[in-house]
């Protein structure tokens, strides 16, 4: 199984991407602990909002302190990597041949987008993204998301989840809602060449 290596900088995608990677090696190598765990991050996606108390175990294997939580609800970046791993548990569930998680680029919310235009309905798939770029907060964001991560799942197209959960701690602010808004719209219509791609198969 080959290993990703590529550089991470941010804190939150570096932590993200850590427990995905030990989640997927362990998976993948089909061991009970790695299946349970799965299973138990689908059953506490986030609704309204707020993060099942059950989720807070995620964070006691090298959680960055500086963006943990202070008050009586979630941070922006619990909050994003409670559902990023939720998602990821939900794209990933009874396929251990090949990683829904990939780093870089081309695997964005917007480029993920991209590609499942290619390989199911484009004007639906259109309108999909379209819900999701017009979502008001975080919270209907997530919602959305549910359901794009379902037509990934499908049509096996990857999605690398250290960068969606940069993009939901983001969005939390109005500003960072429009960054993320004009990125995923960027990404989805940006010319793609044969080489992005993207092909099942381990993290690369």
Known sequence: MTTQTAAVDDPLEEFVHGQVMRLWHDYSADRADAVA????????????GEVAPESFELFERGF????AGR????????????ASLALYAFHQQS????????????????RAAGVLRTRTNPQ????RLQVMIRATSVVPLLEHLRG???LLRT?????????????????????GL???RMRWSRDFYRPRSAETEPTPGDPA
Do not use: I, M, N
């Open 178 to 180: 429009r960054g993320v």
């Open 64 to 67: 960055p302190t500086e963006l």
């Open 155 to 175: 049509h096996d197209v990857p999605l690398d989840y250290a960068w969606l959960a940069r993009d939901l701690a983001a969005a939390h602010s109005p500003a």
């Open 148 to 150: 794009f991560v379902s």
């Open 37 to 48: 765990t799965l299973a138990r991050l689908r059953r506490t996606f986030p609704h309204g």
């Open 95 to 110: 396929r251990r041949s090949a990683a829904a998680h990939r780093r870089g680029g081309q695997y964005t919310v917007g």
């Open 124 to 127: 639906g798939v259109e309108r």
């Open 71 to 82: 008050g009586d609800g979630p941070s922006p970046a619990e909050l994003a990597v409670a």
